[in-house]
């Protein structure tokens, strides 16, 4: 059996218990996750339709040969490959091909599906509800087999050579945005399929903003300079974060940068098997409460990392949910002070046997860079 065969069986296990007659999936990256097929429809209907006894894949008409000849082999989990065209309703589509002439309680994943989607699925099925398949297929796909905890580790050790590349180019008035493209055109020449989400370099005062735009600003002697960079590959994804300074720190900035590697380090031992996600936010925040940062520290530790660069679990101090192994997630403890500057250190981490393997690994000591 292959594993998309096994995370299709599993979805449909549920749907019994969902007391739902079938599950439409139409996120791109779970209909991904649960065939193997990956596709981008833009605003065009994919949709997986699972019955107990069935699984009709509906996709662009013009992805259908591509996708006939990725699933259509003996032993294929889809037993139907319908394509859609520009001129179908693909809700019709459905309902005609789906093997269901009536259906009373569809799953769906209801943090994707749109609104509108879900009244033209009521305008076809008449008296339908909704229930939800999205957190199953989320915590599906949070704990990840070995063969994605590689692809993600390819992810991790290939961004590391990216930032490692990209160090060489900072020199005196280079600008964020400067380093931003030389970052990303060194991603594709490295093999990247592309930045998991916008590079992000942020120079002296702005590195106190966590979610920055990287503009004009030119690197500054005797400042903070935050690389937070990512790449795709293979369909996964990786996310890491590291604070240089240029020139000499101050001895605040030095205070600074490592009350924030240490909450790191207390984050990453905190991860246990069984012990909730919550401990791991804990374990951060306490560090940097104890040196007196505790109100610079403005956002949740981590998150979930797979396909997507941000994706389920949450961890903060509230996320009581237990660490399972195979789970992967973002630490990445920052402290933001408006005017000095900020420093966050962000490493990819998976829960094992033995509590979290690192899947980045760049250097975190205080590291001066010379423009
Ligand atoms: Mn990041
Ligand atoms: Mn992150």
Redesign the pocket.
Known sequence: MTVYTERINKVRKELEQLDAEAALITSPLSVAYLTGFACDPHERFLGLLLREDGAVLFVPSLEKEKAESELGGAGSSIHEILGVQDTDDPYDKVKQNGGLSTVRRLAVEKEYMKLGHAERLGAVFEGLTFTDIGGLVSRMRNRKTPEEIAKLKAAAVLVEDVLAEGLKRVKAGVTELELVAELEYIMKKKGADGPS?DT?VLAGANSALPHGVPGATKVQEGAFLLF???VFKDGYCS???RTFVVGEPSAEMEKIYNTVLAAEEAAIRAVQIGRPLAEVDRAARSVIEDAGYGRYFTHRTGHGLGME?HEYPSVHGANEEAMEAGMVF?I?PGIYVPGVGGV?I?DDVYVTESGAGLLTSFPKALTRLEI
Do not use: K
Request: glycine letters at 8%; charged letters at 40%.
């Open positions: 989400f992000m937070d960079l990512g996310d890491i974060t660069v973002t990445e966050r962000e």
